[in-house]
Each structure stands twice: as structure tokens, then as C-alpha cells.
Nanobody, 113 residues
């Protein structure tokens, strides 16, 4: 059973920074971060493939950076210049070459003064 363990959420003031991490077992095609704000659909934040190709939502480009530590099977999301509209539950997703997806349980990020 694959488990994705997300860490790093919390409360931060506007303009602040947070770093999320997600540890996962097994080889994968890509890993990514998604978020869901209250009353909204889950949306892509950023993804990274094993070839280190990255993709970002327009709303986070220039502020968020996704990266991986293959030795630790961990993906990170560095979030800078946070805005209140970044408030959401952030989910980690792992896509296997088999086509199977695994999701974490989510970590809450609240941006508020």
C-alpha cells in the first residue's frame, strides 16, 4: 500500500513563505501538488516528472517552486509571497507508470493576517 505523507502546512501571514513536503515510496512518472479551497474544485498547483520537467499553474508561477529529492523519494513545494487566495488544502499526488494515481490526505495552508 502506497502512502503519501504531506508535511509543512500551517498558518502564515500574507507575503510569507512555507515549504511543503511529500514522502512517497516507489518509482513514479510524476509527482505533483494540487489544492482545493473551500467551495472550489481541486486544481493543479505544480507537477514534476522523473525527467525533472515542471509545470505550474499561472497563479503560482514565479512564487512557487516544485522540486524532488530522489534519494529521499520526496517532493517539495516551496511557496513564497503567499497570498490569502493561496489558502487551501494542499494534496500530494503520485502518478505511476502503470497509470495508477495515489493521493495524500492533504495539509491545510492558511494565509491570513
Amino acid at each position: 500500500q502506497v502512502q503519501l505523507v504531506e508535511l509543512g502546512g500551517g498558518l502564515v501571514q500574507p507575503g510569507g513563505s512555507l515549504r511543503l513536503s511529500c514522502a512517497a515510496s516507489g518509482s513514479f512518472f510524476s509527482m505533483g501538488w494540487y489544492r482545493q479551497a473551500p467551495g472550489k474544485q481541486r486544481e493543479l498547483v505544480a507537477t514534476v516528472t522523473t525527467y525533472r520537467n515542471t509545470n505550474y499553474a499561472d497563479s503560482v508561477k514565479g512564487r512557487f517552486t516544485i522540486s524532488t529529492d530522489n534519494a529521499k523519494n520526496t517532493v517539495y513545494l516551496q511557496m513564497n509571497s503567499l497570498k490569502p487566495e493561496d489558502t487551501a488544502v494542499y494534496y500530494c499526488r503520485q502518478q505511476r507508470y502503470s497509470g495508477i494515481d495515489y493521493w495524500g490526505k492533504g495539509t491545510l495552508v492558511t494565509v491570513s493576517s
